[in-house]
C-alpha cells in the first residue's frame, strides 16, 4: 500500500469497502483544489502542525481519501509527472462530484450515452480478444512460481486486474462537442465497471470530468479523464486506496 502512514489506514479500509458500494460517495473521490488564497499548502501529516512539504495551486486535480466529516485528508497527486501524497484541509478541495452531474441519457450492459447542451459522450465495453494481442509476465520467483504474473499488454502496463488475463477492455470513449469528435484514450485500461462510471461538468470553466472506478474484482483502479474548453488536458489513473 505505497507505504503510507498508519494514520491513513483507517482511509484505505473504509475507501476500499465503498469501492464498489458507493463508488463516487464519501471523500475518497477524485477533487481539485480550490483555494482563496489560489493555492493550498500540502503538509506530512493531519493538522496545522504538520510540515508544510508543497504547494498546489488552484484547479490542480488530486485523490481524496477521507472519511465524512474530517477535516483533513490525504491526497494522492502527479507534480511533474511524478506520484505525490501529503495532507491537505478539506475546506480547500471541491470534489468533482459537487459539479453539475450528467445523468446517462441511455444505459445498456455494455454502453452509456449522455447528451447535454452541444455535448455528446458515448462509453463502451467489449469483451477482451487475447488472440489479437501480445503480453509480458512477471519475472519467475517465489512470490510468482508460475512466471505467469500479466504486467503489460501490447507493452503498456495493465490496469485492471491483479496479474489475471482480462475479461472486458474499453471499445470506445467517444466525445463530441459541437461539431468536434475525438476519442479518448484507454488503450491500458482493462474490466470497466460501466455502473461506477460517472460524468461532471464544471460549466463555469467549460471542464468536463469523465471518470470511474473500475476492475475485475483485485487490481482496482480510479481513471478520470479532464477536458476543458474542447481539449484534453488530463488523463489520470491511480490506485484508489
Not at 478539506?90 to 462530484?97: G, K, N
Not at 464544471?202 to 481539449?231: E, L, P, Q
Amino acid at each position: 500500500m505505497r507505504g503510507m502512514p498508519m494514520s491513513l489506514l483507517k482511509k484505505t479500509i473504509l475507501c476500499s469497502t465503498l469501492l464498489f458500494l458507493l463508488p463516487m460517495t464519501s471523500n475518497c473521490q477524485f477533487a481539485i483544489i480550490k483555494d482563496t488564497d489560489g493555492y493550498v499548502n500540502v503538509r506530512d501529516s493531519s493538522g496545522m502542525i504538520g510540515k508544510v512539504v508543497d504547494t498546489l495551486k488552484n484547479g490542480h486535480l488530486v485523490y481524496a481519501f477521507g472519511e465524512d466529516g474530517e477535516q483533513w485528508i490525504g491526497v494522492d497527486y502527479k507534480k511533474n509527472n511524478h506520484p505525490m501524497f501529503g495532507y491537505v484541509h478539506i475546506s480547500r478541495l471541491q470534489f468533482i462530484d459537487q459539479f453539475n452531474k450528467i445523468t446517462p441519457l441511455k444505459t445498456l450492459n455494455t454502453s452509456l450515452f449522455f447528451k447535454w447542451d452541444h455535448i455528446g459522450l458515448s462509453i463502451s465495453k467489449i469483451p477482451f480478444n487475447p488472440l489479437i494481442h501480445h503480453f509480458k509476465y512477471a519475472k519467475n520467483d517465489s512470490l510468482n512460481p508460475t512466471g505467469k504474473f500479466l504486467t503489460e499488454i501490447d507493452d503498456h502496463v495493465v490496469w485492471g486486474t491483479d496479474g489475471e488475463m482480462p475479461q472486458f477492455q474499453y471499445g470506445k470513449i467517444e466525445l463530441t462537442i459541437g461539431d468536434k469528435t475525438f476519442v479518448l484514450s484507454s488503450v491500458d485500461l482493462y474490466n470497466p465497471n460501466l455502473e461506477f462510471t460517472a460524468v461532471n461538468y464544471d460549466a463555469s470553466n467549460h471542464t468536463i470530468f469523465i471518470h470511474a472506478i473500475n476492475s475485475d474484482g483485485a487490481g482496482s483502479y480510479a481513471v478520470v479523464w479532464v477536458v476543458r474548453n474542447s481539449t484534453l488536458v488530463q488523463r489520470w489513473v491511480t490506485m484508489p486506496f
